[in-house]
């Protein structure tokens, strides 16, 4: 995995953060798993965006598989992507998003099969005082009420 990429970003008291993501697999290296820490409180994602077939491949069938979990937390296991050179030798997954933990497996074929997308973690943060004083004087400004309808004298 390669974090490449930080972007940050603070919006309504969430911290932003987005990270390039990308694995290989190969017929050496079958499986890759991404996993965040068990103790972090914040939100992760893995949004894949393409899978593509690398430099070496043969022309074979490439199947790549994805294992996670379900609503119910149990494990199941999705093929994504069918990979031939001479057909189909890349396919986007349009920011497909995973929860990890997740577990991508080179089903069938060689590869090489590289991976990419992004990792976004979102977390809550104490907003600054500066925000704060800026809430405060949001807070202070009165509503502007509409104006009241004058009747026509005749």
Do not use: W
Not at 1 to 13: I, V, W
Not at 64 to 91: F, T, W
Not at 131 to 145: A, C, D, G, N, R
């Amino acid at each position: 995995m390669a974090a490449l990429l930080q972007l940050e970003s603070r919006e309504a008291g969430l911290c932003l953060g987005k990270f390039v993501f990308g694995c290989e697999l190969t017929g050496n290296t079958r499986s890759y798993t991404f996993k965040v820490d068990e103790d972090d409180n914040s939100e992760h994602i893995l949004a894949l965006s393409m899978v593509c077939l690398t430099d070496g491949a043969k022309d074979e069938c490439n199947v790549v598989e994805v294992v996670g979990r379900n609503r119910q937390n149990q494990e199941i296991a999705v093929p994504v992507a069918n990979l031939k050179l001479s057909c189909q030798p890349a396919l986007s997954l349009d920011n497909f998003q995973l929860q990890p933990p997740v577990t991508f497996h080179l089903k069938s074929g060689s590869g090489p099969v590289h991976l990419s997308g992004r990792h976004q973690i979102m977390h809550r943060r104490a907003p600054s005082e500066e925000e704060e004083s800026v809430e405060e004087e949001e807070e202070e400004l009165t509503p502007i009420m509409p104006a009241k309808k004058q009747r026509r004298r005749q």
